[in-house]
Nanobody, 122 residues
Framework: QVELVESGGGSVQAGGSLTLTCVAS????????MAWFRQAPGKEREGVAT?????NTKYADSVKGRFTLSRGSAKNTLQMNSLKPEDTAMYYC??????????????????WGQGTQVTVSS
């Protein structure tokens, strides 16, 4: 079992920055990758960024060049710059014990945090 706890959400004006942190505990060695997803009201959950155990990252096209995901031994950090109102959402940290994990398939992620709210005003 893996427990994930997010922090760092908040409210910011467009063009601003926020840093989200996800701290993992439990059977971390059983996972292959960590990720951030987000869900805005009335919309489906979407993948934002992933990072595997080798530090390789993937990003959704909507955040490329603005968001940066990094990780340490038991946590990861999502640096979000040049934020836009459309980035407003609940952000969730996830971890996967599946070798075939995917940014675009949230069913391949089996551990989830409770979420942290990000609100960007125009």
């Amino acid at each position: 079992q893996v427990e994930l706890v997010e922090s760092g959400g908040g409210s910011v004006q467009a063009g601003g920055s926020l840093t989200l942190t996800c701290v993992a505990s439990g059977s971390i060695d059983s996972t292959y990758a960590m990720a951030w997803f987000r869900q805005a009201p009335g919309k489906e959950r979407e993948g934002v960024a992933t990072i595997d155990n080798d530090g390789n990252t993937k990003y959704a096209d909507s955040v490329k060049g603005r968001f940066t995901l990094s990780r340490g031994s038991a946590k990861n950090t999502l640096q979000m710059n040049s934020l836009k109102p459309e980035d407003t959402a609940m952000y969730y940290c996830a971890a996967s014990s599946y070798m075939g994990w995917s940014l675009t398939h949230d069913a391949t992620w089996d551990y989830w945090g409770q979420g942290t709210q990000v609100t960007v005003s125009s």
